[in-house]
């Protein structure tokens, strides 16, 4: 069995695939296990390339239909055998030390259930980019350039607050991500959702903020842009945080429940979508994105 088992839930656009399956190759780690799952992706059919590869750690499965993002990241989770899980979006990047960064994070830290490494973002073209929305993220990442671990309130609290964490670069322990699984009415926050349900049971996260071991990629051609920029991300992150406060305040987190009310960082992305949406507005847009921006 494999140290670590990376899950690739894939639908979108091959070539970024392939390049995040090299950068798993190009690991200083061997031990790993690939398990992509195509989403019946209509734009090709890389069984193929992934002959082609002739590595025995990659596993490619072809869905006979598409499950929607949230049926086939469980379907994903429900095939990890691994100590540690890495759910990795199909258009990132992992630089060469990442596994071993995260594998050592956990050892430092037996305790945590969860931790992400040092992030930056990319483009669609590989290029670094920093939108608003990452600036934020980088000015209240806990950590300041080394390393912190959040649990219960203060996790929850700082998540809900900011929304920091770059979901594809987070390595899992395997009995934690499978013991909560995902929630099947969420399919752009099911990561904060499932990070909630750590928190609330008085699980951790370890951050570090030091060495970049991974890159996020940013693109508005991805699935959360999309949403976005039509407004069905904002409609589903808005009933998310209500039941937050509400879960919240039951357990008598305070500072938690505020944070899920204010959500803040989250009106501030519909804002800056809202503004870049106005040389080609569509009218339910606009709607969903200025009413989650101003409630």
Do not use: C
Not at 222 to 228: E, H, N, P, Q, T
């Amino acid at each position: 069995m494999a140290a670590v088992d990376i899950l690739l839930p894939y639908y979108g656009d091959e070539d970024l695939m392939r390049q995040s399956v090299r950068s798993v190759q190009d690991q200083d780690s061997p031990d790993w296990r690939l398990l992509v799952l195509d989403d019946a992706y209509p734009g090709g059919d890389p069984r193929g390339w992934f002959t082609s590869l002739q590595d025995p750690r990659i596993h490619y499965e072809r869905n006979e239909e598409n499950l929607g993002a949230n049926r086939n990241f469980q379907k994903a989770l429900g095939r990890a055998e691994a100590p540690v899980v890495v759910m990795m979006g199909a258009d990132d990047v992992m630089l060469p030390g990442y596994l071993d960064a995260v594998l050592g994070l956990l050892d430092a830290y037996p305790g945590a259930a969860v931790v992400q490494p040092g992030v930056s973002v990319i483009d669609g073209d590989g290029l670094a980019v920093s939108t608003l929305v990452d600036r934020i993220k980088s000015v209240l990442t806990p950590g300041s350039g080394g390393t912190v671990s959040l649990a219960g309130e203060d996790m929850a609290a700082s998540l809900l607050h900011a929304g920091w964490h770059y979901f594809p670069s987070l390595a899992w322990r395997r009995e934690v991500i499978q013991g909560f699984g995902f929630r099947p009415e969420y399919d752009v926050v099911q990561d904060l959702a499932l990070l909630m349900d750590i928190a609330a049971s008085g699980g951790s996260i370890v951050v570090s903020t030091g060495d970049v071991v991974f890159h996020y990629r940013r693109h508005d051609a991805s699935d959360s842009s999309v949403r976005a920029m039509d407004g069905r991300r904002f409609d589903e992150e808005r009933r998310f945080f209500q039941d937050q406060a509400l879960r919240f305040t039951g357990l008598g987190w305070n500072r938690a429940a505020r944070a899920a009310r204010l959500h803040w960082t989250s009106r501030l992305h519909a804002v800056s979508l809202l503004m870049r949406s106005l040389p080609r507005p569509t009218s339910t847009g606009i709607q969903v994105l200025g009413r989650h921006a101003l409630t």
